[in-house]
């Protein structure tokens, strides 16, 4: 490449390796791509990401399709090193899959390719956190029963960010975003004292949801109850009734748990919600535990974005979380 | 109601019943709603709109489902009587039956319902012109599909303003916005050669759809020709060519045939489209030909529009389409 | 109806009744419309709502007269449930009486109406807990006094959620948004002491209205004391003074009470606000308390929102001091 | 000021001088404030500059009365110098009055205070140009009121151009955004004939006001009509009409003539309106005319605008008119 | 790579390739990216895509910097085939070349590495249509030195599309988006008369400017001739009459020509502007003749687009540009 | 002036006057422009404000050099009397210098004349408090050193508010807003450990930038520990500190501190950023410091604010500051 004539270039793909220290990584020069070729690197990664386009299972119009390529693109503008934590995440070795393949009108169609996709992770890069980018609240349902399929043994408990219930009926939704961790429970994937929800709140969920919860166990706190404990607690509470309970914890994240006026990406975020540094430090925690085996952040729309605001929330909830994976004593 | 103690308020649902004089009609003064109890009044009706609030058949994710409540809010603002032409439409009788409903994760099921809404109008209000209000332009291909169940002896022809062929094929997509016309033709609802695209330019269809459109006799002018020649007299050529083939003629418009600079609205609209006024009248003319019998109006966001600039316009289309109707010879 | 054809359709004004449990009851399913005909139900109400779209009495232009409409509509996604406290309101009778009619030009005569209105609330649902949702605060000085003017013997206090004192002279602006409480004090329908603001701070009132407020004494609590002490025990504060003071108490929120962060649809909210997780709170607190009969909710600007956020947060905020309406014991 | 320490400072005002060369002149550098220690200057002038900063008036909520201001910022981006015409603007003497003082809720003083402006400046700037920068429409009224005040002898005919009659009745509104011309009318101030209006169209008109102007004779075209015929030849013609009719000729601008696509900042523009080199044109046409000798610019809210486009183009309506203007062999 | 066991995901870079016909070609999978070890491919392009992300020495601040990366990005909804046309612009071999290297605070290190890529480009690709996208237009002046610095024998025309001479001074404001033309006549490197410039018009341009390309004999056609006359004939005569004087024609195409009604990316665009098809037709018109050897686009400022409108449109002018280019017979 | 006939006037520049109380004062009514000819004067000033309009150092695109415009337009919407302090500002003599000129091409020459601005303010006004409205960050290095300039034997320490440690190399990136703090370290006009920042957290600095920072002693407290701590105190702590070190401190706000969520004119604000009452609150106990000299507020850009919030908040930073300042005891 000496005689290549433009040293004034920069070269796409290289776009933004540009006016920085040398030392200095951003993210997307952390996350590699797959190795397709090289099958003995896929047990070595420590998380891989799992991007799903699908939000037209979503009960009200949503873009949340187009959150996996946003995340991408707004990754550029973080760097691996955690100054509050004074931790790199580049020693992670961690990889892009990239994106579940969709079908225009066939919805089982995509929800299958879901399930699949995380079989296939647990089977080939079983030593890796799955980090899955949706799309909206209905791929938690194939995610987590993905994953049951590959540890049918194993008890799984769901620790769920959220303002909903997400508890709704699929007889009449079908597998919707309203009804994911209803499916899991019908379906006997997870029991219902096994899903602990943190963040519920205000006049956003009907009484029947709550009955339902109650009935089969369901755990949860508001975020009344939450802001007059703290969140720090809370979080360390429900871990720790789940670490008694179940083999394996899945972290799933409703981005529409955080309060309204801070996330103008989640169209449904309410008055009354979670501020985003507590949802930062809730995720790390919870990234700390050792059960903790796979997450998801859901329910994000760039559409409605404003100046990527609540994307870029997403993503440090990303690397909040992995901040704590880091911190487990391996 | 003499004694009722409240005359300084007004009422819901009259809250735009005020300030205006008494001899003028707001558009939502004019278009009453159905009256389920009383079947004798089902004939009577000279136009009714069908609401399909469905766009999770569409490629790219889209609020189009929003787009029948956006309309039906919007039109408040325009009155019954078009000055241009000095002609009231408040004479036409015109109903408002509602949305379809739809499902939230099975399309099919959506598809279907759509289906057999326009059997039943073509059924119970067979005096009507059928005005319906999507959604995206995947519902084109079940509107005439009904429509062909009830008239299965006519040979129907379709006048489409559109940028794209929407030739796509469903062995790849399913029934989707890409894909309505070409349905058609290959469930030989509708003949290719009966089929009228004017609006097509640009880089925007693949060289595939067109070689399709040729193979199937498909007939169109692109924008280029139709500015060259007059909007006016493109109409009336492909009106004047249909008129010769075809029973019935069915008029989709694609909002997205509009410039994109005018039409924010329309996700997909594209540099080198339409202009408002060129469209409003290609409609008018439309709207005058014996044989047009219905219309849709597709692909229109409320999400993505700017101050209800697309949807005012969009509601317009409507209003010029059926001043054209009334100026027919009944 | 059963012979009605289109099992398929939601019909008008049934938009909103899909897809949700049975047992699940939305805010606009709840609050009904009056029953003119029918008076002996008037007097059964807990509640009523009138809307006010008086905004151009205000300082600066506002569109503030078109809340009550967005309010409604943005009501449609709210519940009747409230988790945190397990409470749900539609066992209160709750009727939306509509707005009150403004003249274009004569804003004396806008005032006059709205102060009618309100006699005529005291008047035929003496029962029933006024809820007005505005308009801006010029709309407040005339509420109360049309409440006076059916309570003439009964002593009035005000809680007051702002962070300005509105205290400005008429003498120099008319009946504006800037002056409601002052021309309370003024007409002597409320004493200054018996006005507790809550709120106030930074650079956004005059240091003459301050003086004011010493003079005739009224009460304040700035948002520096509120945050240090919590806005629990301040607003109980108040409310207790309030309580051996006074017959009734008013609570009027101004929407720019909040801060400018968090209140888009609030045009004239400062730096150093109110966040939203405390005014829910704060009314809560004070619809519990046994003497606070009427309130209303004001200066909130729907064509400044930004994704309904703000007045979701007024509905929240309505809601919520509905919740502690009905924790009293009746 | 040699000894003025600061060379590397530009100081307000004048922060706009920088970057230019020596002999370009930016608008806001060639209008002059009044000054009002002078007399003998005001007779100089040949065009002042009014802004009327009313619009409580307006029938929906309305921010056109930031307009003067907004005009004002933005003025500063235009130089005097009109290329197309090879003309330079800056050999006129024009000032900058400021604004009419308007009353926050008494309209009927705000309204007599525009009045006595234009009485004022017709009596103290005879040779004077007046250009009026609104506002909402109802100021037209008290404007041409106030010119007739002061040249009571002479008949003078409008010249509008609006999307609407604004013809409706003071009965209902008092005088409001859609009466002037009626007020205009029925005061016996102009004759129905004597008004022109250009760029009517749509379903924006009720029909009783077509049949109000019909019977007072007031002519218009219609944007059907002007399309076809061309706006210069429609302007054209209705200048010789009124020069064979009237001594003076008042030009009034409504900025919702304008297409809904092209003026953002006009909120009630519509489909089908005019385009803006149409009305550029059109205004420079006036501006030649001999009896031209009053303009105004109305209803356009610049809350609502987006990146000034709306207001840059109200900007080119004043400075195209008054190349018109300068065009005249003095 | 048989063994890879992900059948249902699309892996990037490739996240652009599902859902379309298997031969539609998307611009992104077109365009290719530089071989840069394989020397002999390099003399083989056609085309060849430079990105000048500058804009820091714009006189206004500006994120035309940002421009590249969002063509880039809007591309991919562009198909390689002209409908128009008939043509398929995938038999050209196109590369992209990435960016050229800015420093972050010394402009004339861009501005020299521009010059060198320009030199490089004509060096290493000569048989290449070298197709600029920048940045502001600053970078006209380096990008047509770099070219004259390899054909220094030939004689060099420019064709504008600008609304702005972009004659100023560098004496006042060193090399910026003001300057450029200005410093190639000054330099020699381009005669004044061989600059021809469509679509000045209106207040936007100092007199002494004109008054300077009077003097150096520059051409131009104002948007009123140009609008009388049809573009079509004015880029015809241009282009006739530049054929007769120089050897090399070089089209620089600034985005504010265009109208702001229709250019909200082109922040310094101005009411009476062009229109868009009227651009992609001149451009298209450009293309196809002999002499033109090289084009650039300028000053669209991404962060201030709407919906992508106005990147879209300049990405057609480049696939107009192209058109013409591919029709010319090689 | 008796004689002057429009008493219904409001002239410019006196639009703002209108509607108040006599004793109120608007802070542009208290900010008084430089009396250039008056040198006494000069030394009587309290307080000076300087805008640096230059941004074009950033080393993404930004739009900060707007801000000292839009500071002084939205300064008019706050009054000089903080109510949390029954503290009025009006009492300091204050006086706006105007902006420092800037080239449009040549950074240098801008970074030259800001350093020389800031050495004329402290020759000149040696009594007053420097408020500096930029501008990025590059412009810290330049006051700073202006100042040292001066104050050569003066120790200066530096307490920063800000996200980043703007620690980066200009042997990359020049003079830029990443590299301010390193310039003053390297050119040892500032030593490391003289530096406090506050606000640093999360993923958005390099690690060799902290690296760097503990290698020359650089004082940080994390947003994680002052939301532990609490905002008073640390900065009492960092002032404490600083006391027992330096001579003068210098404070320097960088508006991306603030959360993103807060901030949508702090371009790169983060999530877990800062809150405005956090600011606020740290400003005022900063401005109480006897030896806190000069400030500046940097990296506002009002293109990207919505609705003001973010320049409305870096108003209210300086008027907080002055607030502490005037609470020192003189």
């Avoid at 760097?79 to 020693?91: F, M, V, W």
């Avoid at 006049?203 to 802001?227: I, P, W």
């Avoid at 529409?256 to 985003?276: C, E, F, H, R």
């Amino acid at each position: 490449m000496k005689s290549y004539p433009y040293p004034m270039l920069n070269r796409p793909p290289f776009y933004y390796h540009t006016n920085r220290e040398l030392d200095e990584r951003k993210v997307h020069e952390w996350i590699e791509q797959v190795d397709v070729e090289n099958k003995e690197k896929w047990s070595a990664y420590d998380a891989v990401i799992l991007g799903v386009p699908l939000s037209r299972s979503s009960i009200s119009a949503s873009s949340a399709s187009e959150n996996p390529e946003a995340f991408r693109r707004a990754w550029k503008s973080f760097t691996t090193y955690n100054l509050d934590e004074d931790l790199d995440l580049s020693t992670l070795n961690i990889v892009d899959l990239g994106d579940v393949r969709e079908h225009v009108t066939d919805i089982s169609v995509c929800h299958e390719n879901i399930r699949e996709a995380m079989k296939a992770i647990r089977t080939h890069h079983s030593q890796a956190m799955p980090i899955v980018v949706g799309g909206d609240h209905s791929i938690t349902a194939m995610l987590v029963k993905g994953y049951k399929d590959v540890h049918h043994n194993e008890r799984i408990g769901i620790l769920q960010f959220d303002t909903h219930f997400d508890l709704r009926d699929t007889k009449e939704l079908g597998p919707a975003n309203g009804t994911p961790i209803r499916q899991l429970i019908e379906s006997q994937t997870v029991q219902g004292k096994d899903v602990y929800n943190i963040g519920l709140h205000g006049f956003f969920n009907a009484r029947s949801l709550k009955q339902y919860a109650d009935e089969v166990g369901l755990q949860y706190f508001t975020m009344k109850q939450t802001r007059k404990v703290g969140i720090e607690k809370i979080v360390q509470q429900a871990l720790n009734e789940l670490n008694k309970k179940v083999d394996k914890i899945y972290v799933t994240v409703d981005m529409d748990v955080l309060d309204i006026s801070v996330a103008p990406g989640a169209p449904v975020s309410t008055p009354g919600g979670m501020y985003i540094h507590e949802l930062l430090e809730a995720v790390q925690i919870a990234g700390q535990h050792q059960k903790v085996s796979a997450m998801d952040i859901v329910c994000l729309d760039p559409q409605k974005d404003v100046a990527q605001a609540t994307v870029k929330t997403g993503v440090h909830v990303m690397l909040s979380f992995l901040t704590g994976y880091k911190q487990r004593e391996f």
